[in-house]
């Protein structure tokens, strides 16, 4: 069964830094790309980050780009995003993600994710 | 950027009824690269449909997707009370990959 399991999360000021864990079990991580996806209150998905199978390349939203860093340790089946100089709007749950096994970046598989609040 | 808009915001259907929600791009998604998301409150997203119309693995058959370049359908042929929900298209054509606002469907 495939699981992603994500931690992390949690309240913040502004200005500050967080690291959020994915932990991924079920399946061959070092297939699949993965990303994270984020909602905030009340508002629709939208995407963060992806990272490529090789622990190499990540792509960003240009709004956050600079700001977050994705990372990946195939040896722990495992996804990261370093969040620094965080602010208001980045509150939101945030999600972890796996890609379809197509072509592309739609996700077949998601935790339950883990809440981050940017609150002073 | 392309902006997806989904309509109606909201649909209120009874149980055994048919669905029908809409996904409108603001540009052409060329490869059809659409797919649909169902969200119950407090759960993470489900994956329904990729690629405009092919069924994710355990989705019932009671959903389909169809359209191409930059309109494109989700259809419940008959609604079940685990059906009521909210649905967001999301595009991976172009980036930066990009979601609709989503379409509530809730029991008339």
């Known amino acids: 069964e495939v699981q992603l399991v994500e931690s992390g999360g949690g309240l913040v000021q502004p200005g500050g830094s967080l690291r959020l864990s994915c932990a991924a079990s079920g399946f061959t991580f070092t297939n699949y790309w993965m990303s994270w996806v984020r909602q905030a209150p009340g508002r629709k998905l939208e995407w963060v980050a992806n990272?490529?199978?090789?622990?190499?390349?990540?792509d960003f939203v240009d709004s956050l780009r600079g700001r977050f860093t994705i990372s990946r340790d195939n040896a722990k089946s495992s996804v990261y995003l370093q969040m620094n100089s965080l602010r208001v709007e980045d509150t939101a749950v945030y999600y972890c993600a796996r890609n379809g096994p197509a072509d592309g970046d739609y996700y077949d598989y998601w935790g339950q994710g883990t809440l981050v609040t940017v609150s002073s | 950027e392309i902006v997806l808009t989904q309509s109606p915001g909201t649909l209120s259907l009874s149980p055994g009824e048919r669905a029908t929600l809409s996904c409108r791009a603001s540009q052409s998604i060329r490869r059809s690269y659409l797919a649909w998301y169902q969200q119950k409150p407090g759960q993470a997203p489900r994956l329904l449909i990729y690629v405009a119309s092919r069924r994710a693995t355990g989705i019932p058959d009671r959903f389909s997707g169809s359209g191409s370049g930059t309109d494109f359908t989700l259809t419940i042929s008959r609604l079940e009370p685990e059906d009521f929900a909210v649905y967001y298209c999301?595009?991976?054509?172009?980036?930066?990959?990009?979601f609709g606002q989503g379409t509530k469907v809730e029991i008339k």
């Open positions: 990272i490529n199978t090789d622990e190499g390349e990540g």
């Open positions: 999301q595009q991976y054509d172009s980036s930066p990959w990009t």
